[in-house]
Structure formats: C-alpha cells, structure tokens
C-alpha cells in the first residue's frame, strides 16, 4: 500500500467510535498485562492515540515510537511482535510512490476476540472485488454452523435449568470443592501444576492474584511466564513454613510476601543487566 493513500488506509477501519476501541485495548490490558513487558503495554496506548483520525489505524515509524517511549527500536520491534502475537494488531507493510523502498507501517488496533482476519490484498480495487464475491460453500458451512451453536446453546440452557431447580437431597460440589481443573485460565499452567497437590481452584485463583499484585508492583521489563519460577519458589517455601509452624498471619500474606521478594531480585538483576549494556 502507498504510503499516506487515505483511501486505502480507510478500509481497515476497525471501530465506529474511539470509546469502542479504548473499551477493546482496556480489555485487552486487564486479560493480557501480565503477560507482556510494560513496554508494550506503553506501546499500544502510543498506537490508540495515533489512530484517532481513521479509528483503529494508526500510522507511525518505529524509530518515532521509540522516541517517544523513550526506549531502543529494537524493544519496540519486540513489543509490537508481542502485540502481534496476541492479536491485538495486525500491521501492514507501505511502500513510497515515486521514491521507492518501505514507508512507515500501517497498525490496525483489533477487536478482541475478533477472529475475522482483515484483507491481506493492500491495492483498494482488488478489495472492492472481493468484497462482492459470496462462497455459496461458506454460506452453507455458516449457517449449518448456525444451526449447530443454536442448538448447543439450547442445550446448555436446559441443563442449567435442571441443575438450578433439582431436588434439595442431591449434593453438589460447593466452591471450595472445585479441584485445580476449575481454575481459571489467566492462571498459568505452571502454578496451577505445584499448587495442584494442596490446594483447591479458588485457593490457587486468590494466590495468583497475589502474584499479579507483586509482578505490577515490582514493573519488571520481563513478562510474568518467564518469571513464574519465583512465584513458585514462594509457595514451595510457604508450603513448608506452613508445615513447620512459623506462619504466624495468613498463608496467603507469608506467600506474598516471599513472592514479591523474589520478583525484586529479578528486577535488581534487570537492572545490572541494562546498567551493563550503558557502560559497554
């Protein structure tokens, strides 16, 4: 696609308001922030408020990015390949008429959620092509997809409702019943695994989000999977204070508090690492 081509770039519109597109990326940031470096947290709020004009499509050269998160490019290529992976946006290469080579990127702020891939063809003719052609296959896979979700959604509704106005003699699981395979799925695999043995999944969900707390607290530049180890190594060491009898509080505050000593020991060694890069 050319570069600064209005026309073209209109088509990848991805939201009707900007309310609508700071409600996806606020959703996206509650799921997500955990897993991502603040960088490229900081990254898709820079891109938010360059895709003002045309909702959702931002256009902005790495290296303005970098200066303006005050960072090296290369963090900002690594951001926006992890923005990338999550689905958040979706860039689209340019290229200068006339001068030749590439312009600045194109990024389209995606719909969470939203599986429908935008058109990988950048030449606006070919789009408008496209967009008139119907697969009568598709349509008939649609609506027999249709019929099948209806239908399966019936049936959820029906067991549901069996479930709520059942008799009173039979017994079913309360909260505190719920194994680790209940647990929901921000948790990660890793904790859920070591803490599986002795805890249930609400005890293992309120310790995770003693460890989102100490992870933000802390603002390490690492995502929080490549650091899972402290927080494991803080509920082993619980477990065992436990066991022992020196927990004089609460289980989940002696966690915490181990969790995020242990997080800002990697944080100190990032900051040696990045300390070490300056002088070299």
Not at 33 to 43: D, L, R
Not at 100 to 114: A, P, R
Not at 199 to 213: G, Q, Y
Request: proline share 3%; hydrophobic share 35%.
């Amino acid at each position: 696609m050319e570069t600064a081509n209005y026309a073209a770039m209109k088509q990848y519109q991805s939201f009707n308001a900007i309310e609508e597109m700071n409600t996806s990326i606020r959703e996206f940031l509650y799921n997500y922030s955990h897993e991502i470096p603040k960088s490229a947290v900081e990254c898709i709020k820079v891109l938010s408020r360059y895709a003002c004009k045309i909702i959702g499509v931002a256009w902005i050269k790495i290296d303005t990015l970098a200066t303006i998160l005050s960072v090296s490019r290369s963090t900002v290529e690594r951001a926006l390949r992890l923005l990338k992976k999550h689905g958040i946006i979706q860039s689209i290469p340019t290229f200068r008429k006339g001068k030749g080579g590439n312009g600045c990127n194109v990024y389209i702020i995606k719909k969470l959620h939203d599986l429908k891939e935008l058109p990988s063809n950048d030449v606006p003719n070919e789009v408008g092509k496209m967009k008139g052609r119907t697969s009568i296959t598709n349509l008939d896979n649609s609506k027999a997809d249709s019929v099948k979700l209806q239908s399966e959604t019936e049936s959820i509704k029906a067991t549901l409702s069996r479930r709520i106005n059942k008799p009173n003699n039979v017994n079913e699981p309360s909260l505190n019943d719920l194994d680790n395979s209940f647990t929901p799925g921000n948790v990660q695999n890793e904790f859920i695994q070591a803490t599986k043995p002795f805890l249930n999944a609400i005890d293992t969900f309120k310790l995770w989000s003693r460890v989102l707390i100490a992870y933000r607290k802390v603002s390490l530049e690492k995502p929080l999977y490549e650091v899972i180890d402290c927080a494991i190594s803080a509920f082993k060491q619980s477990v065992f204070a436990k066991k022992v009898g020196r927990i004089k509080s609460t289980f989940e505050g002696y966690f915490y508090t181990i969790c995020y000593a242990n997080l800002v020991v990697e944080k100190r060694r990032e900051c040696k690492h990045l300390l070490y890069d300056f002088l070299k």
